[in-house]
């Protein structure tokens, strides 16, 4: 019944940006953190940000300053911005809802140097 739809990945340069877009249907939304994560290649899968009700956002010290979350809840999508992107950014990035242990698709990023 709830479902989240990750957009926005691409291939971009080293330096330049791209914004995810995470939909999240069932009406669930709004009572829930929501949360992005990223799975590089071999790895495992790393904590990049989460935004509360109300909009207030924590990040991984790898992103700060980098990346920002946000989220619309009358639209029930949250956003993730992403600045002066580095290689070792290049993850298939999660949107989830971690109390429930809900997870999108993933989108990939992939940044070229």
């Known amino acids: 019944q709830v479902r989240l739809v990750e957009s926005g990945g691409g291939v971009v340069q080293a330096g330049g940006s791209l914004r995810l877009s995470c939909v999240v249907s069932?009406?669930?939304?709004?009572?829930?953190?929501l949360a992005w994560y990223r799975q590089a290649s071999g790895q495992q899968r790393e904590f990049v940000a989460r935004?509360?009700?109300?909009?207030?956002?924590v990040y991984a010290d790898s992103v700060k300053g980098r990346f920002a979350a946000s989220r619309d809840d009358a639209r029930d999508t949250a956003y993730l911005q992403m600045n002066s992107l580095k290689v070792e950014d290049t993850a298939v990035y999660y949107c989830?809802?971690?109390?429930?242990?809900?997870w999108g698709q993933g989108t990939q990023v992939t940044v070229s140097s």
């Open positions: 935004t509360s009700m109300g909009g207030s956002s």
């Open positions: 989830a809802l971690e109390a429930l242990e809900l």
């Open positions: 069932g009406g669930i939304f709004r009572g829930a953190a």
